[in-house]
């Protein structure tokens, strides 16, 4: 069964830093990538996806996400977060192959002080 | 992207007893799916509920504990059966298709307290 790794649980950045959250998965076929955001009392919104094309996906609010299939990653990045970037960030990925759910990964929270 | 509202938004429940959490949506979508997401966890799936016929659950829930119901293409019935502290959670419905195929939107989720 595929799985998602999200390796850092709590991140915590001064304001202008730049952000990368890892997100790797354990799936051998083709998939579908997902970035979710949750904001503090929000429900989840999507952030971006990846399906094919340019690896490098660029998202709502700045962000962006590379997929590097060698590595089974799809990293989040953001030049530089702002204080309002403070959420916690799900990782999801589905396979293509077969009726296959979308999995998620356990999120990363981050934190961003003034 | 879609509208979804979930009704109730919350609730605190005693054990022992039921609540039915509904799912709409603004316009016709193929799949509507329902995840628990437990207090500091990621989403789990609990099933995907099918239109028209039996809803199809993930490993480890079932019918008798979670049933769904799906009587058209824009509403969701999860109802959470017999209740126990440990299903204090947040219940969310997804839903993918119609305009926006091959990504899920999720609802603002129904945060349960069983006492």
């Known amino acids: 069964a595929q799985s998602v790794s999200q390796h850092n649980h709590h991140v915590i950045l001064s304001e202008a830093a730049s952000l990368e959250l890892g997100c790797n998965y354990s799936?051998?076929?083709?998939?579908?990538l997902f970035w979710y955001v949750q904001y503090p009392g929000q429900h989840l919104q999507l952030l971006l996806k990846?399906?094919?094309?340019?690896?490098l996906v660029k998202g709502i609010k700045g962000f962006e996400a590379e997929f590097i299939k060698s590595k089974f990653s799809f990293n989040l990045r953001k030049p530089s977060v702002q204080w309002s970037d403070t959420a916690e960030y799900f990782c999801?990925?589905?396979?293509?192959?077969?009726?296959?759910?979308?999995?998620f990964g356990k999120g990363t929270r981050l934190s961003v002080i003034a | 992207s879609a509208v979804i509202s979930q009704k109730p938004s919350r609730d605190i429940c005693q054990r022992g007893t039921s609540l039915t959490i509904q799912c709409q949506v603004d316009?016709?979508?193929?799949?509507m799916f329902w995840y628990r997401q437990q207090p500091g966890q990621s989403l789990t799936l609990i099933a995907t509920?099918?239109?028209?016929?039996?809803?199809?659950?993930e490993s480890g829930f079932v019918i008798d504990k979670f049933p769904i119901s799906r009587p058209n293409l824009t509403f969701s019935t999860l109802t959470v059966s017999n209740m126990s502290p440990e299903d204090s959670s947040i219940y969310l419905c997804?839903?993918?298709?119609?305009?926006?195929?091959?990504?899920?939107?999720f609802g603002p989720g129904t945060r349960l307290t069983v006492l």
């Open positions: 997804s839903v993918e298709g119609g305009s926006w195929a091959d990504t899920q939107y």
């Open positions: 799936y051998g076929g083709t998939v579908n």
């Open positions: 990846y399906f094919s094309g340019d690896p």
């Open positions: 999801a990925v589905m396979a293509l192959s077969g009726n296959t759910p979308l999995v």
């Open positions: 316009s016709q979508v193929t799949m």
């Open positions: 509920a099918n239109q028209g016929s039996e809803a199809t659950y």
